[in-house]
């Protein structure tokens, strides 16, 4: 299978990846995988001190962006966009937090200037501790904190998914980590990881992304990508017709593995987009898409009702 850097390179103008590929030769660094921007909210949270949340803040981009997380290597271009917007609900005591975040990633679509976005995710159960200027220490295979853990597999989650979006599975190795991970976190009955108290937190994204008999939805995140947006400005007619594959293979799964945390998750990230795209073309194809549409995802009936409304 082509690596990352390759596939990413047909994304790229070619003067920039002469540009890069010089500046390889002559010795410069390759840049990590993410570009990860980290925002911490704490509006919440009374103190006099708040230094502690532009440190959290900084140490958390840090770990993200500064750890080689695969064996590839990427120019700084073919970094992976993403953002954790993390919101402080409780401060227990100092350095005890509670908190939700959003998890969003990107991916650019070629031959334009638009990102997809991959994961549009909510965790409302994050607790950890944290103290300013401490060390974020994390080892595969270790569970050394829950903080570091947590904001690892994000970290593998949203590599995962870049992959599986330019190569068929192509993200598998790093959705095992992100659920060895889960797997490390059992033992200490931590909020977010437990497989009985919750079927939309951490353990159930990760095991659905691991789980052979989901695999037609991941293998429709790269059809979906490389069949049909990667090559939307030049037929859309064409592009159309990929997704609604894409979406009746969803179906199947969906019948097997009812309202499952990954279709879910397809749908929050996919939403808006799909409703632009079904908003035009052939009206027998915008009426199925919207029928599938309102079936797998009906919290967003009304939304998707532009589909087949719209001029």
């Known amino acids: 299978m082509p690596s990352y850097s390759e596939h990413m390179r047909n994304f790229l103008p070619p003067l920039i990846c002469l540009f890069v590929i010089l ?71 100092i350095g005890s937090f509670e908190a939700t975040v959003q998890v969003q990633s990107v991916r650019p679509v070629y031959n334009s200037n638009y990102e997809s976005v991959l994961l549009n995710y909510a965790d409302r159960e994050w607790q950890f501790n944290y103290i300013e200027s401490q060390p974020l ?18 970290a593998y989650m949203i590599l995962g998914l870049d992959y599986d979006s330019f190569g068929e599975l192509g993200g598998t190795p790093y959705f095992q980590k992100a659920f060895d991970i889960v797997s490390n976190a059992q033992q200490f009955d931590l909020p977010g990881w437990g497989r009985l108290k919750n079927n939309r937190n951490r353990y159930w994204l990760a095991e659905n992304y691991t789980n052979g008999q989901i695999e037609g939805i991941r293998k429709g995140i790269y059809a979906y990508h490389r069949q049909a947006m990667d090559i939307y400005s030049e037929d859309p007619t064409k592009s159309r017709q990929e997704i609604v594959k894409v979406l009746k293979a969803i179906q199947k799964v969906d019948e097997i593995f009812p309202r499952s945390i990954i279709t879910i998750s397809f749908f929050d990230a996919k939403s808006d987009e799909l409703i632009n795209v079904f908003s035009k073309g052939e009206m027998n194809v915008r009426k199925e898409a919207y029928d599938i549409l309102s079936a797998l995802d009906p919290s967003k009936r009304d939304e998707y009702k532009s589909i087949i409304t719209s001029n």
């Open 23 to 93: 500046l390889s030769g002559y010795g410069f660094s390759e840049a990590q995988e993410l570009n990860c921007i980290v925002k911490v909210n704490a509006s919440q949270i009374q103190t006099s001190d708040r230094r502690v949340f532009s440190d959290m803040e900084q140490a958390f981009t840090r770990f993200m962006n500064d750890r080689k997380w695969t064996e590839d290597n990427y120019s700084a271009e073919e970094r992976i966009n993403c953002t954790l917007n993390i919101n402080i609900n409780k401060m227990e005591s």
């Open 137 to 154: 220490e994390y080892t595969d295979n270790t569970f050394i904190s829950n903080l570091t853990s947590m904001l690892a597999y994000y």
